[in-house]
């Protein structure tokens, strides 16, 4: 199966901690990322992490992969208004000759002062 | 600024009728996706095609259809449409299997 699952609303106060969840069923995944979409705009790619790793820092972003129960965290440390947005994870599948993503649903992380 | 250029912006047309959306991929990248974005069915793919081949292929209704020019840019071509075709369609692009780095969308409404 091909099925992402998050979490629809995420809500934190600004300079808490917001950790984004998602699960997904493709066990031969080898890619999964993540995403940012602000209202009104394109798919920002924030991250991604190779499915042998663990974790993956870059900034304030920490991705954790727990690949026994194909889940995968997104953490922001000392998140921002700026970070008000929907947050996409997605799997890379190998389709026939070629490759897809396939999506979650998106979290609405809305921060607050 | 993801180097993916879509055209047009938006697009507002009536049922039954063909639109066609392009993409230009960012510079090198041979290979190119279209997604469809809406509220019921989220993100989707539709179609992937590899310096002017298609290579795979998603929930792509048969009234849609693609393709990949010499240049490598890309169309989309919607006809027949439906009030339900209403949604926002990206294009991404990639060099390699591991990014995909997506255009601005179009947002196409039928009326």
């Known amino acids: 199966g091909e099925d992402v699952e998050q979490s629809l609303f995420l809500s934190v106060r600004e300079g808490d901690s917001s950790v984004i969840n998602c699960t997904y069923t493709?066990?031969?995944?080898?890619?999964l990322y993540w995403y940012k979409q602000e209202p009104g705009a394109g798919l920002q790619l924030l991250t991604y992490?190779?499915?042998?790793?663990d974790m993956k820092q870059d900034q304030r972003l920490t991705v954790l992969l727990n690949k026994k129960d194909k889940h995968l965290s997104l953490r922001i440390a000392d998140t921002q208004t700026g970070d008000s947005a929907i947050y996409f994870c997605?799997?890379?599948?190998?389709?026939?000759?070629?490759?897809?993503?396939?999506f979650g649903t998106g979290t609405q992380l809305k921060v607050e002062l | 600024d993801s180097g993916v250029t879509q055209t047009p912006k938006h697009l507002i047309t009536a049922t039954g009728q063909r639109v066609t959306l392009r993409c230009s991929p960012r510079?090198?990248?041979?290979?190119v996706y279209w997604y469809q974005q809406s509220l019921d069915q989220g993100l989707q793919f539709l179609i992937q095609?590899?310096?002017?081949?298609?290579?795979a292929k998603g929930n792509i209704l048969e009234r849609f259809s693609a393709q990949q020019f010499p240049d490598l840019h890309s169309e989309l071509n919607l006809s027949s449409l439906e009030l339900g075709d209403s949604a926002l369609y990206f294009c991404?692009?990639?060099?390699?299997?591991?990014?995909?780095?997506f255009g601005p969308g179009t947002r196409l409404t039928v009326l």
């Open positions: 991404a692009s990639s060099v390699g299997p591991d990014t995909q780095y």
């Open positions: 493709d066990s031969s995944s080898t890619y």
């Open positions: 992490i190779f499915s042998n790793m």
């Open positions: 997605a799997e890379f599948i190998l389709t026939g000759g070629g490759n897809k993503l396939t």
């Open positions: 510079s090198g990248d041979l290979s």
């Open positions: 095609y590899y310096n002017g081949e298609e290579r």
